[in-house]
């Protein structure tokens, strides 16, 4: 398996812009998770989802921030209007939920500089 | 909601030296605590977890510990090696949907 693809890898775009980041889990599993990470505020859970489902956004810092998953095989998280505070490395996770013991398989992450 | 303490934020070793890295979680429903190990440029990896039920787990030279009375748990890293330098983040999860909180982060450098 390839493991969790995210695209792009590397994103620069200038304030006020929107902002398209995809992910793409690794196959059969159901849950899919979206992280940002910056050295201010570490590992953060933005969202995330169970059998294409919205289980809790309640990372989402605000409401230019939106994620989708229209199936089991793609997920997108949006920011628009983008802004400089925005720039970070976010990252998809990925796991098969079978309980509360479920390994997250991140994929390598997509680092956003908003100018 | 649940909230992990990590410590320290950084640490140097020497090669062949161990490494001890601790967490304290403050939601006492919290049953799986992974860890992970986070390559730069890469995204992190579950290196090692343990689960509620386990006091202590081992996999060649790493090992984890949990304290559930005192809501911590550590992880230990013998003989270490330069290919061990990375950020390690320790985790923790009550919830049923995988749901992980995780602390800041330690930034570990092995000096050969």
């Known amino acids: 398996d390839a493991g969790v693809i995210q695209s792009p890898r590397h994103e620069v775009t200038e304030m006020g812009q929107e902002v398209t980041l995809r992910c793409k889990p690794i196959?059969?599993?159901?849950?899919l998770f979206w992280y940002r990470q910056t050295m201010m505020r570490g590992l953060e859970l933005l969202i995330y989802?169970?059998?294409?489902?919205?289980?809790?956004d309640s990372g989402m810092p605000e409401d230019r921030f939106s994620a989708k998953m229209p199936n089991a095989s793609f997920s997108t998280l949006k920011i628009q209007p983008s802004e400089p505070r925005d720039s970070a490395v976010y990252f998809c996770a990925s796991s098969l939920n079978r309980g509360p013991y479920n390994e997250q398989f991140f994929g390598p992450g997509t680092r956003l500089t908003v100018l | 909601g649940e909230n992990v303490e990590q410590h320290p934020s950084t640490l140097s070793v020497q090669e062949g030296d161990s490494a001890v890295i601790k967490c304290t979680y403050s939601d006492s429903a919290s049953n799986y605590f992974p860890w992970y190990k986070q390559e730069l440029g890469k995204g992190p990896q579950l290196i090692i977890d343990i689960r509620s039920n386990v006091g202590e787990k081992k996999d060649q030279r790493i090992a984890v510990t949990l304290n559930k009375t005192a809501k911590h748990f550590s992880l230990h890293i013998t003989e270490t090696q330069p290919e061990d330098s990375a950020v390690y983040f320790c985790a923790a999860s009550s919830d049923s949907w995988g749901k992980l909180q995780f602390g800041a982060g330690t930034q570990v450098v092995v000096t050969p």
């Open positions: 196959s059969g599993h159901n849950s």
């Open positions: 989802f169970n059998n294409n489902v919205p289980i809790d």
